[in-house]
Protein backbone atom coordinates (compact mmCIF):
# COMPACT_ATOMS: atom_id res chain seq x y z
CA UNK A 1 0.00 0.00 0.00
CA UNK A 2 1.54 3.52 -0.40
CA UNK A 3 0.55 7.18 1.16
CA UNK A 4 0.69 9.81 -0.89
CA UNK A 5 1.38 13.35 0.81
CA UNK A 6 0.69 17.06 -0.35
CA UNK A 7 1.65 19.15 1.97
CA UNK A 8 0.81 22.73 -0.39
CA UNK A 9 -3.31 22.70 -0.39
CA UNK A 10 -3.32 25.95 -2.35
CA UNK A 11 -0.56 27.94 -4.29
CA UNK A 12 -0.32 31.62 -5.81
CA UNK A 13 1.62 32.15 -8.54
CA UNK A 14 2.39 34.79 -10.74
CA UNK A 15 2.10 33.97 -14.87
CA UNK A 16 5.21 32.85 -16.84
CA UNK A 17 7.22 32.02 -13.55
CA UNK A 18 7.74 28.72 -12.82
CA UNK A 19 5.93 26.29 -10.37
CA UNK A 20 6.88 23.56 -8.16
CA UNK A 21 4.40 21.40 -6.81
CA UNK A 22 5.68 19.03 -3.68
CA UNK A 23 4.86 15.71 -3.46
CA UNK A 24 5.93 13.09 -1.00
CA UNK A 25 5.35 8.78 -0.62
CA UNK A 26 5.69 6.72 1.55
CA UNK A 27 5.51 2.65 0.33
CA UNK A 28 7.63 -0.86 0.71
CA UNK A 29 7.01 -2.06 -2.64
CA UNK A 30 10.00 -1.86 -5.14
CA UNK A 31 8.30 -1.59 -7.80
CA UNK A 32 5.80 1.46 -7.81
CA UNK A 33 4.79 4.35 -10.31
CA UNK A 34 4.22 7.98 -9.75
CA UNK A 35 1.73 10.04 -11.73
CA UNK A 36 0.48 13.84 -11.72
CA UNK A 37 -2.96 14.25 -12.68
CA UNK A 38 -4.79 17.62 -13.12
CA UNK A 39 -8.32 18.52 -12.57
CA UNK A 40 -9.46 21.64 -14.01
CA UNK A 41 -13.07 23.59 -12.71
CA UNK A 42 -14.51 21.57 -15.51
CA UNK A 43 -13.84 18.39 -13.45
CA UNK A 44 -12.54 15.62 -16.17
CA UNK A 45 -9.07 14.35 -14.98
CA UNK A 46 -5.78 14.84 -17.18
CA UNK A 47 -2.78 12.52 -16.89
CA UNK A 48 -0.07 14.56 -17.14
CA UNK A 49 3.59 12.73 -16.30
CA UNK A 50 4.69 9.40 -15.37
CA UNK A 51 7.38 8.43 -13.12
CA UNK A 52 8.55 4.65 -12.51
CA UNK A 53 10.37 3.58 -9.54
CA UNK A 54 13.11 2.03 -11.34
CA UNK A 55 13.59 4.72 -13.96
CA UNK A 56 17.20 6.54 -14.11
CA UNK A 57 15.88 9.81 -15.41
CA UNK A 58 13.41 12.40 -14.58
CA UNK A 59 10.39 12.20 -16.72
CA UNK A 60 9.78 15.42 -19.13
CA UNK A 61 6.40 16.23 -20.70
CA UNK A 62 6.54 19.59 -22.84
CA UNK A 63 6.53 22.38 -19.71
CA UNK A 64 6.33 19.59 -16.80
CA UNK A 65 8.75 17.61 -15.67
CA UNK A 66 8.75 15.53 -12.28
CA UNK A 67 11.68 16.08 -9.98
CA UNK A 68 12.26 12.40 -9.17
CA UNK A 69 14.67 11.91 -5.90
CA UNK A 70 14.06 8.24 -4.58
CA UNK A 71 16.10 8.29 -1.44
CA UNK A 72 13.56 11.34 -0.13
CA UNK A 73 10.95 9.55 -1.70
CA UNK A 74 9.87 12.49 -3.32
CA UNK A 75 8.31 13.55 -6.40
CA UNK A 76 7.45 17.14 -7.14
CA UNK A 77 6.10 18.36 -10.09
CA UNK A 78 7.67 21.28 -12.17
CA UNK A 79 5.51 23.82 -14.43
CA UNK A 80 7.72 25.99 -16.40
CA UNK A 81 6.52 29.31 -17.52
CA UNK A 82 3.37 28.50 -15.57
CA UNK A 83 -0.08 30.29 -18.21
CA UNK A 84 -3.35 30.98 -16.83
CA UNK A 85 -4.92 27.49 -18.01
CA UNK A 86 -2.69 25.91 -15.70
CA UNK A 87 -4.77 27.35 -12.57
CA UNK A 88 -6.58 23.34 -11.20
CA UNK A 89 -6.07 21.24 -9.16
CA UNK A 90 -3.61 19.21 -9.15
CA UNK A 91 -2.71 15.43 -7.77
CA UNK A 92 -0.12 13.44 -7.31
CA UNK A 93 -0.70 9.78 -7.51
CA UNK A 94 0.62 6.39 -6.71
CA UNK A 95 0.68 2.59 -7.54
CA UNK A 96 2.44 -0.39 -6.69
CA UNK A 97 2.75 -3.12 -9.08
CA UNK A 98 4.11 -5.76 -6.38
CA UNK A 99 0.77 -6.94 -6.77
CA UNK A 100 0.51 -8.30 -9.94
CA UNK A 101 -2.99 -7.36 -10.41
CA UNK A 102 -5.57 -4.26 -11.76
CA UNK A 103 -4.38 -2.37 -8.39
CA UNK A 104 -5.79 1.45 -8.56
CA UNK A 105 -4.38 4.76 -7.77
CA UNK A 106 -3.88 6.26 -4.17
CA UNK A 107 -4.57 9.58 -4.50
CA UNK A 108 -2.75 12.26 -2.61
CA UNK A 109 -5.16 15.18 -1.35
CA UNK A 110 -4.31 17.75 -3.89
CA UNK A 111 -2.76 21.16 -4.48
CA UNK A 112 -4.81 23.89 -6.14
CA UNK A 113 -2.98 26.17 -8.25
CA UNK A 114 -4.38 29.70 -9.13
CA UNK A 115 -2.17 31.33 -12.07
CA UNK A 116 -2.58 35.02 -11.11
CA UNK A 117 -1.91 37.37 -14.48
CA UNK B 1 -14.70 9.24 -30.33
CA UNK B 2 -14.71 9.76 -26.51
CA UNK B 3 -12.32 7.08 -24.77
CA UNK B 4 -14.24 6.85 -21.41
CA UNK B 5 -17.58 8.01 -21.46
CA UNK B 6 -19.85 8.34 -18.41
CA UNK B 7 -23.90 8.70 -18.31
CA UNK B 8 -25.53 10.47 -16.57
CA UNK B 9 -23.25 13.56 -16.10
CA UNK B 10 -25.32 14.44 -13.73
CA UNK B 11 -28.02 12.67 -11.43
CA UNK B 12 -30.18 14.42 -8.54
CA UNK B 13 -32.41 12.24 -6.19
CA UNK B 14 -33.78 11.29 -3.01
CA UNK B 15 -32.85 9.19 0.05
CA UNK B 16 -33.89 5.92 -0.02
CA UNK B 17 -34.22 5.89 -4.08
CA UNK B 18 -31.99 3.20 -6.18
CA UNK B 19 -30.02 4.28 -8.96
CA UNK B 20 -27.19 3.23 -11.31
CA UNK B 21 -24.15 5.38 -13.06
CA UNK B 22 -23.33 3.69 -16.87
CA UNK B 23 -19.55 3.71 -17.54
CA UNK B 24 -18.22 2.67 -21.17
CA UNK B 25 -14.64 2.64 -22.92
CA UNK B 26 -13.24 2.27 -26.27
CA UNK B 27 -9.88 1.66 -25.78
CA UNK B 28 -9.65 -1.74 -25.82
CA UNK B 29 -8.38 -1.96 -22.51
CA UNK B 30 -8.74 -4.82 -20.19
CA UNK B 31 -9.21 -3.45 -16.94
CA UNK B 32 -11.69 -0.51 -15.67
CA UNK B 33 -12.41 1.10 -12.17
CA UNK B 34 -14.28 3.51 -9.88
CA UNK B 35 -13.37 6.17 -8.05
CA UNK B 36 -15.24 8.01 -5.69
CA UNK B 37 -14.66 11.95 -5.14
CA UNK B 38 -15.74 13.81 -1.97
CA UNK B 39 -16.52 16.94 -1.33
CA UNK B 40 -13.07 17.75 -0.40
CA UNK B 41 -11.67 16.90 -3.64
CA UNK B 42 -10.00 13.46 -2.18
CA UNK B 43 -10.17 10.73 -4.36
CA UNK B 44 -10.44 6.86 -3.42
CA UNK B 45 -10.73 3.62 -5.21
CA UNK B 46 -14.06 1.64 -4.73
CA UNK B 47 -13.39 -1.06 -7.37
CA UNK B 48 -11.36 -2.59 -10.18
CA UNK B 49 -12.31 -5.38 -12.49
CA UNK B 50 -10.05 -6.91 -14.99
CA UNK B 51 -11.72 -8.09 -18.21
CA UNK B 52 -14.77 -8.83 -16.25
CA UNK B 53 -13.81 -10.41 -13.19
CA UNK B 54 -13.71 -8.30 -9.82
CA UNK B 55 -10.13 -7.29 -8.47
CA UNK B 56 -10.38 -4.91 -5.94
CA UNK B 57 -13.44 -4.12 -3.42
CA UNK B 58 -12.35 -1.41 -1.13
CA UNK B 59 -13.84 -1.45 2.01
CA UNK B 60 -17.49 0.30 0.33
CA UNK B 61 -21.07 -0.35 1.97
CA UNK B 62 -22.42 -3.42 -0.22
CA UNK B 63 -25.22 -1.01 -1.01
CA UNK B 64 -22.43 -0.42 -4.02
CA UNK B 65 -22.62 -3.20 -6.72
CA UNK B 66 -20.55 -3.14 -9.43
CA UNK B 67 -21.53 -5.06 -12.90
CA UNK B 68 -19.56 -5.52 -15.77
CA UNK B 69 -21.44 -6.97 -18.88
CA UNK B 70 -18.20 -6.79 -21.06
CA UNK B 71 -14.83 -5.76 -20.54
CA UNK B 72 -16.03 -2.50 -22.31
CA UNK B 73 -18.60 -1.72 -19.66
CA UNK B 74 -18.39 -1.40 -15.85
CA UNK B 75 -21.34 -0.26 -14.60
CA UNK B 76 -22.30 1.42 -10.82
CA UNK B 77 -25.44 0.27 -8.97
CA UNK B 78 -26.43 1.81 -5.81
CA UNK B 79 -29.29 0.77 -3.65
CA UNK B 80 -30.57 2.22 -0.78
CA UNK B 81 -29.11 6.17 -1.55
CA UNK B 82 -28.16 8.11 1.53
CA UNK B 83 -26.57 11.84 2.19
CA UNK B 84 -23.38 10.58 2.35
CA UNK B 85 -22.98 9.17 -1.45
CA UNK B 86 -23.03 12.73 -2.58
CA UNK B 87 -20.06 12.99 -4.24
CA UNK B 88 -18.82 12.62 -7.60
CA UNK B 89 -17.91 9.10 -9.24
CA UNK B 90 -15.31 8.54 -11.72
CA UNK B 91 -14.96 5.54 -14.20
CA UNK B 92 -12.29 4.85 -15.17
CA UNK B 93 -10.04 2.27 -17.77
CA UNK B 94 -6.13 1.44 -18.22
CA UNK B 95 -4.33 -1.11 -20.21
CA UNK B 96 -2.04 -3.97 -17.79
CA UNK B 97 1.68 -3.68 -18.84
CA UNK B 98 3.05 -6.07 -16.39
CA UNK B 99 4.47 -3.71 -14.30
CA UNK B 100 5.54 -0.91 -16.64
CA UNK B 101 3.55 2.58 -17.30
CA UNK B 102 0.24 2.17 -16.81
CA UNK B 103 -1.94 4.99 -17.32
CA UNK B 104 -5.16 5.68 -16.50
CA UNK B 105 -7.68 6.79 -18.22
CA UNK B 106 -10.52 9.13 -16.71
CA UNK B 107 -14.43 9.74 -17.42
CA UNK B 108 -15.94 13.33 -17.43
CA UNK B 109 -17.60 11.95 -13.78
CA UNK B 110 -20.67 11.69 -12.79
CA UNK B 111 -21.96 14.23 -9.94
CA UNK B 112 -24.39 12.59 -7.60
CA UNK B 113 -26.22 14.83 -5.37
CA UNK B 114 -28.90 12.89 -3.02
CA UNK B 115 -31.25 15.09 -1.00
Known amino acids: AQKITQTQPGMFVQEKEAVTLDCTYDTSDPSYGLFWYKQPSSGEMIFLIYQGSYDQQNATEGRYSLNFQKARKSANLVISASQLGDSAMYFCVGRSYSGGGADGLTFGKGTHLIIQP | DTAVSQTPKYLVTQMGNDKSIKCEQNLGHDTMYWYKQDSKKFLKIMFSYNNKELIINETVPNRFSPKSPDKAHLNLHINSLELGDSAVYFC??????????????FGPGTRLLVL
Open chain 2, 92 to 105: ASSQPTGGGKETQY
